[in-house]
């Protein structure tokens, strides 16, 4: 159907305002008229007592390479109201890297963004845009630039200072990433090799972002006993750049550091707001998050070959590191104890049935009397690559960063071949408004919704995106949000969420009931400085 109408639905339009009995015209995707009673000469749908709400926008997704390697692809995407996500966060991005060459690098990335399909277009952001953009999509796809994945493509993993030739490509993959359509770019800036980028190799490779209206989302380099001055540090770097600031997965982790200092790493925020700073966050409706075995790495040990760890000297010297201080590091282990860091992703026969279990647990399983012993034993085994579920925050601090008004909602799902992955892959949009707006009532419903699709696409700067108007594109759900359920828990992941009765992507039936339908009228999404080239 090309004009069409939505008939009898309870509007929540994204901008938080209260929602509102009405019915919706869509015409050729787009929505044409809101109006309390449409003229009945049309056909489409009754949703009567049914929430409509603009589709879900999930800014911070890792599944740069799904779409090319999974055959259901949009299936757990579409079930939690999810029509748009930007990939290419973290600082790790799919491209620019050559799939035939950068075997390391892909390796490294293989527990988060998970294995590189034959064919992969990564080549350049360019190759990669074509590639979205040419494939029938279930839902929008729009992408930053990984400023990992930059220097990787430039220099590996090495951690000298760039040269001044490597600088000057390092920003032409920037703005050649601009040009083909990049909201912005990423930093990863704890993780191999962006944590060596000196600020002012960030003052160069930011300058195009800003100068062309990108965003620059941002893993900041610490979230535990660091976090205020990691915080510090990318106001600081936005700032001198001019560029707009989105701090990805805002928290504070470690038992030491719960309660306290989300409080101080806010007032930099809100000091910052009221200087004029253009500063949003995002945060994920969990106590726990997930990330590589290779982040519990202590700095002195960060460059060892994962074999290392099989020798006697590896073992010892990562017991002794471990249970170390190291400066301006955060040390997952000491903060939060092995009992609350699980395993969640190997590829190796030997700790398969272990996924899903902690530490503690799977040390005494297997002999260890220490579990920096097994953690040795998995880097060697793994090759370094193996994914884990880290407990590491406060839920009351959680509830705090969300009723921030400049935060969204956003997954940080995994894609990795995750044996039991972190559970918002499967449900973190629906637990929004099960936990934060129906069990704590910590929000309301529709400050849940804008923060849901308005405020994420705002940030990214994709127009007509994550509103209910007229001109808007026609990304529509229907549901009842107390049938809207996620299931997915830490030992039973693999959960689909239900009650989303109708997804409609451009206008187009994708989901109804549970079910994906035929239509891909998903596309790729362009960020402003697309359209502001020069």
């Not at 962006?194 to 893993?219: F, I, M, N, Q, S």
């Not at 994709?462 to 007229?470: I, Y």
Request: charged share 20%; hydrophobic share 40%.
């Amino acid at each position: 159907m090309e004009e069409w109408i939505l008939r009898g639905g309870i509007v929540c339009d994204g901008t938080a305002r209260p929602p509102a009995r009405a019915d919706i015209l869509v015409k050729e995707g787009r929505i044409a008229a809101i109006a309390p009673h449409l003229p009945d000469t049309l056909p489409g749908f009754r949703v009567d007592g049914c929430l409509v709400t603009p589709g879900f926008v999930d800014q911070h997704r890792h599944c740069d390479l799904a779409p090319f390697r999974d055959a259901a692809f949009g299936r757990l995407e579409l079930a939690q109201g999810i029509t748009s996500t930007v990939v290419g966060n973290c600082g790790l991005s799919a491209a620019p890297l050559d799939p035939n060459q950068e075997h390391d690098f892909f390796a490294y990335m293989a527990p988060v963004l998970g294995p590189v399909p034959a064919g992969a277009p990564c080549a350049s952001h360019a190759a990669y845009a074509a590639a979205l953009a040419g494939r029938p999509l279930p839902l929008h796809i729009g992408f930053l630039a990984g400023l990992g994945s930059v220097r990787y493509a430039v220099k590996g993993f090495s951690p000298s200072p760039f040269t001044a030739r490597e600088l000057a490509r390092g920003v032409q993959l920037v703005e050649e990433a601009l040009d083909a359509g990049a909201c912005g770019v990423s930093l990863g800036m704890m993780y191999r090799p962006e944590c060596y980028t000196l600020p002012e190799e960030y003052a160069a490779l930011l300058a195009p972002v800003a100068r062309r209206g990108g965003v620059l989302c941002t893993h900041i380099r610490g979230e535990g006993d660091s976090l205020v001055a990691s915080v510090q540090e990318v106001l600081k770097l936005a700032r001198e750049a001019g560029v707009r600031l989105n701090i990805s997965h805002f928290k504070a982790t470690g038992v030491r550091n719960w309660r306290s200092s989300i409080f101080r790493a806010i007032d930099c925020l809100e000091n910052a707001r009221a200087g004029g700073q253009d500063v949003t966050a995002d945060f994920y409706p969990y106590d726990g998050g997930s990330t590589t075995l290779l982040s519990l790495l202590p700095p002195p040990l960060a460059d060892c070959p994962p074999e290392f760890f099989a020798t006697a000297a590896g073992r010892t010297r990562l017991r002794r590191e471990l249970y170390r201080d190291h400066p301006g590091w955060d040390n997952m282990v000491t903060a939060i104890g092995w009992e609350r860091i699980l395993l969640s992703a190997v590829t190796g026969p030997g700790y398969l049935a272990d996924q899903g279990k902690d530490f503690c647990q799977i040390a005494a399983t297997h002999g260890f009397d220490d579990p920096a012993d097994l953690m040795a034993d998995l880097l060697a085994s793994e090759g370094g690559n193996a994914g884990i579920i880290v407990l590491s925050m406060d839920w009351a601090d959680v509830q705090t960063v969300a009723k921030l008004p400049y935060t969204a909602l956003i997954s940080d799902a995994l894609y990795g071949d995750a044996g039991s992955p972190h559970p918002r892959l499967y449900g973190a949009f629906p637990r929004m408004l099960r936990k934060l707006v129906q069990e704590d009532h910590c929000l309301t419903l529709e400050q849940a919704i804008a923060k849901m699709t308005a405020l994420p696409a705002r940030c990214l700067g994709l127009t007509g995106r994550g509103v209910l108007a007229p001109g808007a594109c026609a990304d529509l759900l229907v549901f009842r949000p107390e049938e809207f359920a996620d299931h997915a828990t830490y030992t039973a992941p693999k959960q689909f969420a239900t009650g989303m009765r109708l997804v409609f992507v451009n206008g187009r039936l994708a989901f109804r009931h549970d079910t994906m339908e035929p239509a891909r009228a998903g596309t790729l999404l362009r960020g402003p400085a697309y359209t502001q080239k020069g």
